[in-house]
């Protein structure tokens, strides 16, 4: 388990969604629609063939580069040979974390985010982990 990245979720205002377009019967769409109804900024970032200007009502960016606002987690659903230069996005920009999907594994990747100084996990849902701990605070508290 790692406290770091979930702590990162959990404090988090804005969540970058690389991968997020406008297909709703995908897995992006329907974690990042969780979240943005849990109270996150979702912030939409596609380079593929689905490109829209908007998503979930937000503006949509092609890189991690291009989004003008600080980020706190980037969560990424692309496959793992696709992660690297998104997780150098995320270090550059100063994400607060890098976040990989259930399914997706990139241990090279969650380490060189770390040494950078950012949280970072692997192959864990967001809207899962969010949905436990929030479930989890209120049976503490």
């Known amino acids: 388990m790692d406290n770091t990245a979930i702590d990162a979720l959990m404090t988090a205002k804005t969540i970058a969604v690389v991968g997020l377009d406008s297909r709703m019967d995908r897995p992006a769409y329907r974690i990042a629609k969780y979240l943005q109804d849990a109270g996150y900024r979702i912030v939409p970032v596609h380079r593929g063939q689905f490109p829209a200007d908007e998503v979930l009502g937000e503006r949509a960016y092609r890189s991690l580069r291009d989004i003008p606002h600080p980020v706190d987690v980037v969560d990424v659903f692309v496959r793992p040979e696709f992660t690297d230069p998104i997780i ?54």
């Open 88 to 141: 150098d996005d995320a270090i550059v920009i100063g994400a607060g974390a890098v976040w990989l999907q259930l399914g997706i594994r990139n241990q090279a990747g969650i380490d060189r985010a770390r040494s950078a100084g950012l949280a970072a996990i692997h192959n864990r849902c967001t809207m899962v982990t969010h949905r436990d701990t929030k479930a989890a605070q209120t049976t503490d508290g």
